[in-house]
């Protein structure tokens, strides 16, 4: 049985280099398990919009539909703090591009 490795290019928080990344300042990629991204805006719709966007073009980067495993809609009422939160729980292995890797390595 062969072992044959995968070699990723990963930025500091372990996604691929060049995953899409969420365009408004307010919204980012996390470092956790089921990585969540998040969408921030006080305006609902607009988050929802973004997260969209940010769906087509990492879908379209993958090659494939991003494996998503929950969306939580959740409200910051601080001083000072966009008041929704739209998170994208995401597999760990779509946004590091494993899917793309693998198919190089098939290729």
Not at 7 to 16: E, I, M, N, P, T
Not at 29 to 38: A, H, T, W
Not at 78 to 86: F, I, K, L, N, W
Request: hydrophobic share 35%; with cysteine; proline share 7%.
């Amino acid at each position: 049985m062969t072992q044959e490795r995968i070699q990723l290019d990963l930025d500091d928080v372990g996604v691929a280099v060049d995953l899409p990344q969420p365009t408004h300042t307010q919204d980012q990629v996390r470092d956790v398990p089921y990585r969540p991204v998040e969408f921030r805006d006080d305006d609902l719709p607009s988050a929802l919009e973004r997260t969209a966007e940010w769906l087509r073009a990492t879908q379209q980067w993958l090659g494939e539909p991003v494996d998503v495993m929950a969306i939580h809609l959740d409200y910051d009422d601080r001083e000072g703090s966009p008041y929704y939160e739209v998170r994208l729980l995401c597999n760990e292995e779509d946004l590091a591009g494993a899917p793309i890797a693998l198919r190089k390595q098939a290729g």
